[in-house]
């Protein structure tokens, strides 16, 4: 399994799509979308919460396509995340935001946020269609 580098920026998202497309263009259009949008979700969370949109920061990630699932693991070494604020509630949306994590949960088949005193492991999966 190859480790890939993205710049925790804010064109992030493009660049994971960008990645994506050239990785793993034999999947459908709709996996491929879903993937994009989930997983771009999750990394501009990272971003603007874990980072703060500081520079000099990158993510390192890993695509790993199983028999029938999509699994992507993001490696990060911000402050570790705390899950417990939000992982197993119910957000409302706001004009503030709050759609990314409905995003998230609605598109994999199940999403995960490991904190560590050395950052944040987060895991998509995705069942492929």
Do not use: W
Request: proline share 4%; aromatic share 8%; with cysteine.
């Amino acid at each position: 399994m190859q480790i890939h580098h993205l710049k925790a920026d804010k064109f992030i998202q493009s660049s994971f799509r960008d990645l994506l497309m050239r990785e793993c263009s034999t999947l459908s259009e709709d996996n491929l979308f879903n993937i994009a949008l989930a997983t771009g979700e999750a990394l501009q969370n990272i971003v603007r919460y874990g980072y703060l949109f500081e520079d000099a920061h990158e993510v390192r990630l890993s695509l790993e396509c199983l028999d029938k699932v999509f699994v992507v693991k993001v490696m990060d070494d911000a402050p570790p995340c705390p899950v417990e604020k939000f992982m197993h509630r119910t957000l409302t949306p706001t004009e503030y935001g709050g759609m990314g994590l409905t995003i998230i949960r609605k598109l994999t088949h199940t999403f995960d946020i490991l904190p560590s005193s050395q950052g944040n492991v987060t895991i998509l999966v995705f069942e492929l269609h």
